[in-house]
């Protein structure tokens, strides 16, 4: 076919054919992806700020079952970002028409199950769900919250399980997450990989040790869960990157030094 210029430097596996199928202004940076089983496509955005083009640190403060309150760090911007739907052009074979059917700040995954579309970010889980069929994603619930949020070490990653359980993401710093039930996790001055059932209840502690385990787990034919582990992202010094098996009740090894945020600890 046409060479495409858009996809100068990309590279794909034999047989397989790279083409661009939706563009600005129909998504603007996009960030997230996910189909509903019929075959919809939702894509989320982050949007520049355009007062300020930056994030910042702001001290959240969750409320929780049992009555106590907890400021956790999380990031915030002054602009709204939306969830669209993306419809195709039969004819063209491109997706050129959007439609936002959600307003969030910063959602970093896309999961649709059950019904449900679920993000994730600022400290929390969401998910909405349409309360009549084709009407509009009117309710939303949140079913965690407390997750740390420190540059963008935000709670990210939203798996489904061949068990049935939901999966969390979370980067390093201090976690006191709370489920739907009022179940709590902690996991403090350390990355996390939370379980819970998918309405939110159940929440506990999988696995730790991680730095940023930013965005999805995945698994392979045979179940085993993998994550890619991010580095050190400030341009300080490369302290490399982690493919890891995720395995239940495994502590992978990092950790923040005392007195240390997360873009100057190293792994230990």
């Known amino acids: 076919g046409k060479y495409d210029p858009r996809l100068k430097g990309l590279l794909a596996p034999v047989g397989f054919k790279t083409e661009v199928v939706a563009d600005a202004p129909t998504v603007v940076n996009p ?3 996910t189909f509903a089983p019929d075959g919809t496509l939702f894509v989320a955005e982050w949007r520049a700020d355009p007062a300020n083009d ?3 640190e702001f001290a959240e403060t969750f409320r929780y079952k049992d009555g106590t309150t907890r400021r956790v760090a999380t990031m915030k911007k002054f602009a709204v970002d939306p969830i669209k739907v993306l419809r195709r052009n039969p004819r063209t074979g491109v ?3 959007a439609e ?3 307003a969030e700040e910063l959602p970093s995954t896309l999961m649709f199950h059950d019904g449900w579309l679920y993000t994730a970010g600022r400290g929390t889980v969401r998910r909405y769900r349409q309360s009549r069929p084709g ?9 965690a919250q407390g997750f740390c949020g420190f540059h963008h070490h935000q709670v990210s990653g939203l798996t489904i399980g061949n068990d049935g359980l939901l999966y969390i993401t979370s980067g390093d710093d201090d976690n006191f997450a709370e489920g739907s039930d009022g179940s709590r996790a902690s996991a403090l001055r350390t990355g996390a990989i ?3 059932k998918p309405d939110g209840s159940d929440l506990e502690v999988y696995s730790i040790g991680y730095r940023n385990p930013y965005r999805d787990l995945a698994f392979d034919d045979k179940l ?3 994550h890619a582990d991010n580095d050190q992202e400030d341009g300080s010094r490369f302290t490399g990157c982690r493919l890891v098996h995720v395995a239940e009740g495994v502590d992978y090894g990092w950790r923040l030094k005392d007195g240390a945020r997360c873009c100057r600890a190293d792994f230990a």
């Open 54 to 56: 930056k994030w910042f």
């Open 135 to 143: 009407g509009k994603w009117d309710v939303k619930e949140t079913i």
């Open 224 to 226: 085993n869960w993998f």
């Open 194 to 196: 939370f379980r819970c």
């Open 100 to 102: 936002p059917v959600i």
């Open 95 to 97: 997706y050129d028409q």
């Open 31 to 33: 960030v997230a992806m």
